[in-house]
């Protein structure tokens, strides 16, 4: 018969083998967190970005109050002083040197009499420049202005020597086809040196053309280039040692042309046919 042990015994096999045990056992270690890991990588980044931004908005103000130190005209320069364009300009340039509204200082300068058109360039670190060409005029129009080689009215108060340019005289809207009828008439009278000084068009469409020495040429308002071709023929054939004596040329008929001469004398010339000369 077995005796149990006594409770003593039992007591002490009982803590040996919880001790055993506990010393078999291996603990893990601790783990640092990732997602602290990656919040603490996102404040990094967003305090580096800050920083980056507030060092470019700085630069960037401090770009903006550069001053425009410098501003330089160029181009061919006749009707318009350098010191009135940088003059017309210095209230475009109060924000700064990148500030600048360049298409507005270029409105500005092209709104100007003699200007046609400009060209607005900032130069760094703190110079502006500004390149002009100026209207060419062709002809007077009116009693109000010019017109120049793109056939567009622009005024003056500067005339300068220009008041000795051809004289255009039509209705408003008629500049351009006025300017072409002037430049094709002056290449039909070229080889003859018949110069044309003065342009008129009439509310039914009737030229009248006034040439150097006063002669008077009424070409109505059809067939220009024909009518135009008959007074070249007439004065090669009949009046070229008389023109001085032509007081009008009528070049409205179907066929012909009437011509008149200074007094005691006037005589009519009509041709039947029309009188054709190449182009």
Known sequence: MVKPLPSSLQNNRSRRSTGGQGASRKQAPVQPSKVGFAWLNRILILAGGGVVLVAGLQAFVTLQSIPVEQITVTGKLEYTRAE???????????????????????????????????????????????????????????????????????????EGSWGALPLLVGPDGTARQLMGSYQRLEELLAPL?????????DERGQLRAILQG???VYLGSDDFVERVQRLLALYRDELSARSTEVVRVDLRYESGLAVAFHEPVEVAVVTTNPIRVGE
């Open 84 to 158: 009135e364009v940088q003059e017309l300009v210095q209230p475009a340039l109060v924000g700064g040197f990148l500030s600048a509204d360049l298409t507005l200082i270029r409105q500005l300068l092209e709104d100007m009499p003699w200007i046609y058109r400009a060209t607005v360039r900032r130069r760094w670190p703190s110079s502006l420049e500004i390149n002009v060409v100026e209207q060419l005029p062709i002809a007077r129009w009116g009693d109000s202005g010019f017109l120049n080689h793109q056939a567009q009215f622009f005024q003056t108060i500067n």
């Open 214 to 216: 006063g002669t008077e």
């Open 193 to 201: 040196r018949m110069e044309v000084i003065e342009l008129s068009l």
